[in-house]
């Protein structure tokens, strides 16, 4: 369908004819077709294509699950990706353009389903993001409908391209967009709407379970570090020009059926660098740049906290956490949401708050509620220290049990995750000496000459402690911290997964000692693991499904997925990992050690790019034998969304309330 766009861009295409990316230059918005344009306009450089394969191959090295994910187990056993050999097949393709090339490795590492393991090169990856007026929410387990409060959010998020979309409407919706609001899905490009829902499930990545991908497609929320944040959900927004246009069939809410046709538009992000041509573009935003790969800890000068490009990918609100402390964080290709909650759905009067950290009272008076939007944020410090000041004034309140609200949390500091379960329980043999999962690395031969070169050194290669591999930073399986001398990785612990040899380290133990705790943790636990509900809208990865994990199938605490398919097992939480780094990260732990010309070492990376992995994998509470990534997640409800429940927290913790207590 052909449309409207603003007349700026229209006087772009006479001034520039030539120059695909020059059409778009200086411009907010743009068509997705003149987007595409401008990416494929840049040819394949073969030096780029082998260096991008050789840093992820190199990496992936370090990845724990790169053999399970091969074939996972039911209930995930829609994850069957051979990483390895996809990259073998995509080194030897030819392909029209670079950006053709990056859309093949994109949705090749996505299918991994792992939000730990992603590729992003942000030469094209959120560089312009797509989007639709038109969020949809998932009703009744069964029921695609437009998000009520959809106008709402648009007029505002997207008010100067509004008459676009209006205008897209005449003549079969002359009574404009507003009129879209809550109508029923019928169809979407002439297909029942769970086509287009479980298309996106396949390429989705993020999550292991196929119900959790497929709520992805939906609008929710997300608590940031100062405000309430609006998600728009995979359908309204794509972090690659993708699609041009939707057609939908809907029922208003009056009763009458319409046909509409809605071009997705294309937003430049504020992240990406003013260009003026293809040549500007390529220099500005395709290239590596301060932290896209490592250094050496002790010659570098850079801030102790994380860089771009790796905070870009990061799905936690906030800003840059520190390196020094251990992470379990998702990671994607579109940016954390910082569309604003339309102010009637936002909950109001806070008992008390941290940020990131939110504390209410119910009008039940007994019911406290914990919105957390990631273990991370501005501070460790600030947030221990509300967590537990939180919870405190909670109970002071008169609050017996709590809600804890984790929908989108995306993670963040491992010990915060730890630190929460331990308040709330107390000293228990669940929560000390730790309230985590025991663990283990990946043992390739390089992570074990890292060690090596550490432990040779007598640590003098690493006084401070801060590198991964460092064994003075690490507990063995009987919570006993490592010597200097000991090579932790050595012998390694071979494994046969999916028929493929592989090797791992020995069980790590406690990896939270007291010292992590900043903020002393109480004598006696605050709340009843029975009477702790756990919401996550399923939403609730890394750091975030540590914590979900342990209380529910430890402590006993209860677990509700909000929305979701009715005929869907629904998981109370996503991605579990361990911890989580980066290429950058280990690139450095091989440059401090000064292995950089090791074979086996993967080279600097010549593009705009970060490779996340999973790096440490956490056994299991059921099992304890297999990693819990790969064990199932069962939520104890499901409660299904009406209109007026969709997007407004206060209705949904009170419904979860009366739900289950």
């Known amino acids: 369908m052909r449309f409207l766009v603003p007349a700026v861009v229209l006087v772009a295409v006479v001034s520039a004819q030539n120059d695909h990316c020059a059409v778009i230059s200086g411009q907010t918005w743009v068509t997705p077709a003149q987007v595409r344009e401008c990416y494929?306009?840049?040819?394949?450089?073969?030096?780029?294509?082998?260096?991008?394969?050789?840093?992820?191959?190199?990496?992936?090295?370090?990845?724990?699950?790169?053999?399970?994910?091969?074939?996972?187990?039911?209930?995930?056993?829609?994850?069957?990706?051979d990483i390895l050999a996809d990259l073998a097949r995509i080194s030897s393709q030819t392909y029209a353009s670079d950006y053709d090339l990056h859309v093949d490795l994109s949705l090749t590492v996505k299918r991994l389903h792992d939000g730990h393991c992603v590729w992003v090169n942000y030469c094209y990856d959120s560089a312009f993001v797509n989007y639709l007026p038109i969020p949809l929410v998932l009703l009744n387990g069964t029921d695609v409908h437009i998000a009520l409060e959809a106008y709402n959010v648009s007029s505002v998020e997207f008010a100067e391209v509004i008459p676009v979309w209006e205008r897209a409407l005449i003549g079969t919706l002359d009574s404009g967009l507003q009129k879209l609001n809550g109508a029923k899905v019928l169809k979407i490009d002439d297909q029942d709407p769970f086509s287009a829902v479980n298309a996106n499930a396949d390429i989705a990545g993020g999550f292991q379970a196929y119900g959790t991908r497929q709520n992805g497609f939906f609008s929710s929320y997300q608590r940031s570090t100062a405000s309430w944040s609006y998600v728009l959900g995979n359908f309204a927004q794509q972090s690659l020009p993708l699609s041009d246009s939707v057609e939908l069939s809907v029922q208003l809410v009056n009763g009458t059926t319409a046909n509409v046709v809605l071009p997705y538009l294309s937003r430049i992000s504020s992240s990406t660098v003013n260009f003026t041509s293809a040549d500007t573009y390529r220099s500005g935003n395709c290239l590596a740049v301060v932290g896209t790969n490592g250094v050496n800890y002790y010659e570098s000068t850079l801030s102790s906290t994380l860089a771009d490009p790796l905070v870009k990918a990061q799905q936690v609100p906030g800003q840059a956490v520190e390196r020094s402390r251990a992470l379990n964080i998702m990671l994607d290709s579109a940016p954390a949401s910082d569309i604003a909650l339309p102010t009637q759905l936002q909950p109001v009067n806070p008992v008390v708050g941290f940020g990131e950290g939110q504390f209410y009272l119910l009008d039940d008076g007994v019911t406290g509620v914990l919105a957390l939007g990631s273990f991370s944020g501005n501070s460790y410090d600030v947030m221990m220290q509300g967590l537990l000041d939180g919870l405190v004034e909670l109970r002071s309140r008169g609050a017996q049990r709590l809600v804890v609200d984790l929908t989108n949390n995306g993670g963040g500091y491992i010990c915060g995750a730890h630190f929460l379960h331990r308040i709330i329980i107390g000293p228990t043999s669940t929560t000390e000496p730790q309230a985590g999962l025991n663990t283990t690395a990946r043992d390739p031969e390089l992570a074990r000459q890292v060690v090596q070169t550490i432990v040779d050194s007598s640590g003098t290669v690493d006084p401070n402690t801060i590198l991964l591999y460092n064994p003075l930073g690490w507990h063995d399986i009987h919570n006993e911290q490592f010597n200097i001398t000991d090579n932790w990785l050595v012998p390694p612990v071979a494994k046969v997964i999916n028929r493929r040899s592989d090797a791992f380290s020995q069980t790590l133990g406690s990896e939270c000692p007291p010292a992590e705790y900043t903020t002393p943790p109480p004598d006696e636990g605050l709340f009843d693991g029975s009477q702790v509900l756990i919401h996550s809208g399923d939403r609730c990865a890394s750091s975030c499904s540590l914590f979900s994990v342990t209380m529910a199938k430890l402590e006993g605490s209860k677990t509700v997925v909000v929305g979701g398919k009715n005929d869907v097992d629904q998981k109370f939480c996503g991605v579990v990992g361990g911890q989580s780094t980066d290429f950058s990260t280990i690139d450095s732990e091989i440059k401090t050690t000064g292995l950089k010309s090791n074979s086996r070492a993967p080279p600097d990376l010549l593009v705009n790019g970060v490779q996340g992995i999973t790096w440490r994998l956490g056994y299991g509470i059921w099992n304890p034998s297999e990693p819990e990534e790969w064990q199932d997640r069962p939520a104890d409800y499901n409660l299904p969304l009406t209109l007026d429940l969709a997007n407004n927290p206060t209705k949904i913790w009170d419904k979860v309330a009366s739900l289950v207590f």
């Open 40 to 81: 494929r306009s840049f040819a394949v450089n073969e030096t780029e294509k082998a260096n991008i394969i050789e840093v992820i191959n190199k990496t992936l090295s370090f990845h724990t699950s790169v053999s399970y994910e091969v074939q996972a187990p039911w209930p995930y056993s829609d994850t069957h990706e």
